[in-house]
């Protein structure tokens, strides 16, 4: 059982599609993140949400937009990509102060 | 200003050996959380050890242990007997508590140290 899922896994795509990542937990975490990590492989929080609701907006191009149907999932749609857009994308979970429990990335390549 | 430093940006360590990884973080805020990830070549992030601010004892995980020195802000990673599968880029992070809701408390990452365990 995966407990944090994202899909797709990898992802090419061209300059000025628009395209969505998608975050599945099990865990019953009521927060959930996505972070985004650089080729340096610097990691940095994008958003935040905590049973649906948007908690951290941290300063990226309003092209990149979360949405969470329900509190077991958080996806990512990502409008007239960028090659700078390119980067793994990492979903995580947490319960208040529990540990974070990260999905195995999505690398994203904007060609 | 940067709130977490790992200022090993790389290391090679005799397998067998014992390692240290070096993180100091910055904070201002009395409750907080240190976290340290092992990210290997094929990419997930797997947490290993966690120590609160209010922790009395150092963390400790099978061989991985947490030197936590909160007068100097530092939470170095110790791992003892080294393993081939020790090979990664290691991330120390800190959680910060703000204000009374304790969702999105986002987790603050360092630059990595990418260790390489020699046979």
């Known amino acids: 059982d995966t407990a944090v899922s994202q899909t797709p896994k990898y992802l090419v795509t061209q300059m000025g599609n628009d395209k969505s990542i998608k975050c599945e937990q099990n865990?019953?975490?009521?927060?959930m993140y996505w972070y985004k990590q650089d080729s340096k492989k610097f990691l940095k929080i994008m958003f935040s949400y905590n049973n649906k609701e948007l908690i951290i907006n941290e300063t990226v191009p309003n092209r990149f937009s979360p949405k969470s149907p329900d509190k077991a999932h958080l996806n990512l749609h990502i409008n007239s990509l960028e090659l700078g857009d390119s980067a793994v994308y990492f979903c995580?979970?947490?319960?208040?102060?529990?540990?974070?429990?990260f999905g195995s990335g999505t690398r994203l390549t904007v060609v | 200003a940067q709130k977490i430093t790992q200022t090993q940006p790389g290391m090679f360590v005799q397998e067998k050996e014992a390692v240290t990884l070096d993180c100091t973080y910055d904070t201002s805020d009395p409750s907080y959380g240190l976290f340290w990830y092992k990210q290997p070549s094929s990419g997930e992030m797997i947490f290993l050890i966690y120590?609160?601010?209010?922790?009395?004892q150092n963390a400790t995980e099978g061989r991985y242990s947490l030197n936590f020195q909160k007068a100097r802000k530092s939470a170095n990673l110790v791992i003892s007997a080294s393993q081939l599968g020790d090979s990664a880029m290691y991330f120390c992070?800190?959680?910060?508590?703000?204000?009374?809701?304790?969702?999105?408390?986002?987790?603050?990452f360092g630059g990595g140290t990418r260790v390489l365990v020699k046979p």
């Open positions: 992070a800190m959680r910060e508590r703000r204000g009374r809701k304790a969702a999105g408390n986002k987790l603050t």
């Open positions: 995580a979970s947490s319960r208040n102060r529990d540990g974070y429990t």
């Open positions: 865990l019953g975490h009521d927060t």
């Open positions: 120590q609160g601010s209010y922790d009395q």
